[in-house]
């Protein structure tokens, strides 16, 4: 039967006497928008090859929907698939082997996923907020009634990332976690700086284009990619998942002249949401960080040569770095209907594995470390974090002693200088021409970078435009 | 317990009532070279830490060595640890769980694979060698046994490549997989381009840097590459290995001229290993290509913008198109004692994970798709392989009727151009200047432009040296 060529992988329930093949995986669905429809498609198109890699098939056999019509036109008149207005009917039926919460938000979310664990189903989620926000509650409860808890589309969601941090890099400790995880704000980036455009201008674009929503907070204010570094910085350290320690800083008052005063120092900017050893890692000792982990979203200068630096458009990209691999990255896609989809199956497909009597101490523990060996870490407040520094303080043009006064009065707030370097904007449309002292720093505690730029901004007569500062990683 | 911040994760042995802990996992070892060494620094460094992740610890009981004494000085003192010139005596011995096959190689390997296989042990090797070429035998007999065997080390080796085909993209139809799979080669591919080098010159370079070896035609002829593309494509496609089908092409015989060449226009010539579904993919058909799967090794121009272009020096990275995930990326370091290590302790941990009455049926099947759904595909011959093609002709320096004789004989061949552009060579130490009409076409029969190719040599008076073609990839 191993080389027979007639045995098409579609016919993988015929292939073998049906007691040598488990019964198929039975999913109740809640929610069938964009990531339940992808979902529904993908099982349905590539099911004889799912089941070829599962060993069982997998069926969607009862859906929640909140709009019957739309979900049964999803459906298309397919069989045997129960649909109802009613989540908790799905979340507690007794035919459903395993629960996929497509519905998003958190409230009610919270109390399907609580209730389908509490009647013994698996859950698959793809829903980053809620686990954010209430993932120690639902991990706690799925570990104590012996259930499984799988999130991969959580985090950039074409990509296995969770699965690389949870099962490919266990031999490592992990060093650092950083990336591109919100795809709306890298294509808001990524035109800004083709295009030349300002904030507003791109957010206009990547809404009229579909990749921004019409109320764009969530992601421009970096609120879901912290949601992401959140998941990511749990399983990397083996630490509970705490949302409201994580410092949150968007792209909304990101200016172009910093993108392209960026570049003309070989960097580019990227909101990056990063997930840091301190003082553990040999990394965080030379940098002279604090003990705890750093855990943070906040647009960065990343050397223009860095392979993150070339992931454009609304494409995703995860650094990690362990201290047996290296540096390695994952990319692909980071929203959608059906690369989500790839990664809601991809769950299923690791749930359809488990032996029926499989036991969580034989599972991959949900936050990647089994709970005796988590541990609390305190998460550095974002003053202590030491990071190298962008700073660009506008001057009137000129003068020619600019570069000597900024460095006095950084030198004066204890910020070292590594470069010093002055892009002049000639005058247009009536505006002034100014002067931009561009300063990179070395490592500095990120309060006192503070203190320096407040410094700055109140000197008399030095700035003739708020100044700026940015974080700069290198990535390595 | 949870979040006691007095709980290190190295106490984890500690943490928890003896009973609650299943008793370490049992490891023999054969060979304690670079890949040996680093698998037992990593597992004694980071010994808490996996244990904290694997639910239990993982503990090197007997290691084979050739040389006992170096093995002694690696092993350092530690206890408990049974030292054997005899790998036999490994491969069956009654206390050990799990073989690491560390020695490489695969006549010998496979006697002591197959040996520890039959006594029940689970195995876990990172040669891509022995797998590609005995593969099929070792599978089937751990299958029979109902024991592991696991390979993550095999390909790219810091990066979960193996993980993300059989489990993070289970989902997917795959449509092809392509990638940078050889250090040495892509090394040396990048300091010709960098330094505009010949390959004499950048292989005696990466010679003396380590990066190759001193018969380094295992690498530069594509063999290595291929054993990986080999396993990747079984992977991808759920068929038997069959490394005696691929077409093998090393990067020997490139010409410095064509690395510039294609710079020119927009490219970078890469090592690529492939494996492309044929007719099945939507893109195979669009393509025009035939039915069966391509499996391929070459050097290839990718546009100089892709992703791929930028991964340099001895750096991996492995491109995966499926149709609901889309093009995915994973890049790492492709070899080295510790990044290889990384992957062996990764498949220890799974291995670990598995309940000592797991059977096959529930298990990650090794070759992604469970024996009864996996199809001996055919592999495309290669003439039947549709690319785009790069075409190089030397003509002498000025002539006129360059392209138009050029474009005429690839007219009559049946190769139609998509551009054709003069690269014009100026005279130089007495060599005679010379044009280099270069071509790239639209996806063709490869046996086609191979016609081309022997009826533009053999044109009378047209070319000054032999003319060259090279595949294109556009990686989409």
Known sequence: MFNDPHLSPLSVGEALAPAAIPRPLRVGMIGIGTVGAGTWRVLRRNQGLIAGRAGRGIEIVAVAARNLARAAAVLDGVEGVELTADPLRVATHPGVDVVVEAAGGTGPAREWVLAAIAHGKHVVTANKALLAVHGNEIFAAAQQRGVAVAYEGAVAVSIPIIKALREGLTANRIEWVAGIINGTTNFILTQMRDEGLDFDTALAQAQALGY??????????GVDAAHKATLLA??????????EQAHVEGIRSLQAIDVACAETLGFRIKL????????????GRERGAADGVELRVHPALVPARHLLAQVDGSMNAVLVKGDACGVTM??????GSEPTASAVVADL?????LAADSTAAHRVPPLAFHPHAQRDRAVLPMGDVRTRHYLRVPVAAGRADAKELVAGHLAAAGVPVQTLHVHAVPETDGAAAIDHVLVVTPAVADAQVQAALERLRDAPGLCVQAPVRLRVEMLE
């Open 212 to 221: 921004a929503e019409a109320d764009p907070s969530f992601d421009v204010d």
């Open 330 to 335: 994952y990319y692909g896609a980071g929203a």
């Open 272 to 283: 990056l949401g990063i997930a840091r050893r301190g003082g553990a890692g040999a990394g």
């Open 349 to 353: 497909v690791d749930v359809a594995r």
């Open 234 to 243: 749990a399983n990397a350290f083996g630490m509970p998942v705490g949302f």
